[in-house]
């Protein structure tokens, strides 16, 4: 069985930074692919960044360039994302995802196979 586990999230004020932690386990041989993504309340859920285990590329979506991090620890199979300049607009649930084998962009919802619970992140004015 697969799970994503993620933690980190909490309350933030405006300006401030959070590292949001995800563990997977029982995933399968495959090179793994792992993202982030967020959901905010009344809107579609939308890429932050992913990493691809087969060649250790990490991407990130244009619009969080300079503000997310993404890194990834293969031997652990988890996946970190550090975020800062935090900003009222960045409350939402943040997920972590992954699948295995060959995909187009990392950076699409579609492409996942499994998603972890949400880590809810709130970012005050």
């Known amino acids: 069985e697969v799970q994503l586990v993620e933690s980190g999230g909490g309350l933030v004020q405006t300006g401030g930074s959070l590292r949001l932690s995800c563990k997977a386990s029982?995933?399968?041989?495959?090179?793994?692919?792992i993202g982030w993504f967020r959901q905010a309340p009344g809107k579609e859920r939308e890429g932050i960044s992913c990493?691809?285990?087969?060649?250790?590329?990490?991407y990130i979506a244009v619009d969080m360039k300079g503000r997310a991090t993404m890194s990834y620890d293969n031997a652990e199979t988890a996946a970190y994302l550090q975020l800062k300049d935090l900003q009222p607009d960045d409350t939402a649930t943040y997920y972590c995802?992954?699948?295995?084998?060959?995909?187009?962009?990392?950076?699409?919802?579609?492409?996942?196979?499994?998603w972890g619970q949400g880590a809810q992140v709130t970012v005050s004015s």
């Open positions: 995802a992954a699948y295995t084998g060959y995909g187009n962009s990392c950076l699409f919802v579609r492409e996942y196979d499994y």
């Open positions: 029982g995933l399968s041989s495959g090179d793994p692919v």
């Open positions: 990493h691809k285990s087969r060649d250790s590329t990490t």
